[in-house]
């Protein structure tokens, strides 16, 4: 069956740090990808997708690209604010518009 | 436009009890999925509605059940709680006939069973 799998946390970076938040899945056919992103106490906010092999979703700063060949979809944002300390979560869905797959989260805390 | 709604945003029960939780979904969208996440994990998917029948059902027991109304708003009942079924409870809505249609979630039902 379909699954992700994402670094484990917590990750712990300085204000204007670079970021990578590792994912890789394991699915039939090309699934849509996505990362949310959970700020405490909240639901989950989509923050960024890609629908095919080497698009790149991006959002706020934040970018990953979809690579098939390594089966990737990897975050990264190149200077990190205090403001984006939260959880991430990567995911999947078929192109059957299956429910969402998701990785177990990785909570970022940025300090200043 | 407003998003997707849940109601009670808390709730305490205890065990054996029954509780009954709410989503509106966002308009436009006709298609309402519901989750589980406990807490420090990623959301598990427990069933999805379609045109008022569950279309999928992920691998929650029998205890777990839901319904849609014609106004596309849910409903997810949970009988005979146990302590496992604390968590917070997310509601997504879509559009089913949208290719890749993009699932947006609700802020979340926080139950706990005590």
């Known amino acids: 069956g379909n699954s992700v799998t994402q670094m484990e946390g917590p990750v712990t970076l300085s204000e204007e740090a670079f970021l990578t938040i590792n994912c890789t899945y394991t699915a039939t056919g090309y699934p849509s990808l996505f990362w949310y992103v959970q700020y405490p106490g909240e639901g989950l906010q989509l923050l960024l997708k890609a629908t095919k092999a080497d698009d790149k979703g991006s959002n706020k700063g934040f970018e990953a690209t979809y690579r098939k060949e390594t089966t990737s979809f990897h975050l990264e944002k190149g200077s990190v604010q205090v403001s984006d300390s939260a959880v991430y979560f990567c995911?999947?869905?078929?192109?059957?518009?299956?429910?969402?797959?998701f990785g177990k989260g990785t909570r970022l805390s940025v300090i200043a | 436009d407003a998003g997707v709604t849940q109601s009670p945003t808390h709730l305490i029960k205890t065990r054996g009890q029954q509780v009954t939780l709410r989503c509106s979904p966002k308009?436009?969208?006709?298609?309402v999925s519901w989750y589980q996440q406990a807490l420090g994990q990623g959301p598990q998917f427990i069933f999805q509605y379609y045109e008022e029948e569950e279309r999928q059902r992920g691998n929650f027991p029998d205890r777990f059940s839901g319904h849609q109304f014609p106004n596309y708003s849910s409903e997810l009942n949970v009988n005979a709680l146990l302590l496992g079924d604390s968590a917070l409870y997310l509601c997504?809505?879509?559009?089913?006939?949208?290719?890749?249609?993009?699932?947006?979630f609700g802020p979340g039902t926080r139950l706990t069973v005590t």
């Open positions: 995911a999947l869905s078929d192109q059957r518009n299956t429910p969402l797959v």
């Open positions: 308009s436009g969208h006709d298609t």
């Open positions: 997504a809505s879509s559009l089913l006939g949208q290719e890749r249609s993009e699932q947006y």
